[in-house]
C-alpha cells in the first residue's frame, strides 16, 4: 500500500491514513522534505476559508497541496466542513489539491500522533506543500501543530480577551499571526493585543479578507520568508 501511496495513487493514500487513525503504525522510510504549515484559530474564524485562499495562490504558481484538517467542524459554526469550503472555491476537480478531514475522537495513540503519521503520508505521496488546519481551543490540539515547521495563528475582530487569556498557549507556538474578518470592525483592538507577543517572537503581524483574498499575498510572502531560512 505505502508502494502505491509513494506512486500518487489518492485512494491508496486515503486507505492509508484510515489505517493510522485507527490507531496502526506506519514505517515510511525516508520522507522528502516538504515545507509544513499549520493553520490554527478559534472556532468559525475563517481557518478553511483562508486555507482555501492559500490553496489557490499556491495552485496558481503550480505547487500541489495537501491538506490536512483535524476536528475540521466546531460545533459553534455548525460544521462548515473544509472539504465543503473548497468544493465552493472550485479545488474539487483539482487533482494537485488533496484534502482529508481526521475527527478529534477516539485516538489510541493519541490525537497528535495520528495526525503526524498523516503528515508523513501526505509526505510520501509527494505533495509540494502540507498545510495543516486545526481548532486552537486545547492542548491537545497545540500538539497537533507540532507536526508544522510554522504555524499561523489566526483571530478576529472581538478575540481580544481571548488572546489576553489564552489557556492553550497557542500564542506561544505561533510564527506568523493573522486578524482575519478584516472587512468588520473591531481590527486595531486585536492587533494592540497582539502586538507584545509578536514582537517578542519577531512574528508578523496580518491582516486578511479571507472570504475576499486580502492579504493572502502577503501572508505567502511571510511564509516563504519563514521556509526560506
Ligand atoms: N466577513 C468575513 N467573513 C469571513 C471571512 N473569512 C471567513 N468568513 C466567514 O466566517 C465563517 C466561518 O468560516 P470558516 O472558514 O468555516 O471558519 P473556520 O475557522 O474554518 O471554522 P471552524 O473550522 O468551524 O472552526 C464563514 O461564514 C465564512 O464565510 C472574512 O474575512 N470576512
Ligand atoms: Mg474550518
Redesign the pocket.
Known sequence: MLDDVRSGDRRALSKAISRVESGEAVYPGELPDVPVVGVT??????????ISSLISRLRGRGETVGVLAVD???P??G??L?GD?IRMQGHVDDSGVYVRSMATRGHLGGLAGAAGDAVRLMKMAGFDRILV?T?GVGQSEVEVMNVADHVVL?VGPGWGDEIQADKAGILEIADVFVV?????PGVSDVKRALAETAESRDAGILV?????GDGIDELIDWIDRLQSV
Do not use: C, H
Not at 41 to 50: A, C, D, H, N, R
Not at 180 to 184: A, F, P, S, T, V
Open positions: 484559530g478559534p472556532p468559525g474564524v475563517g481557518k478553511s476559508t483562508l475540521p467542524s466546531s459553534l459554526t460544521g462548515a473544509l469550503r488546519e481548532v489566526i482575519n474578518k478584516g472587512d468588520r486578511t479578507t479571507a472570504t475576499t
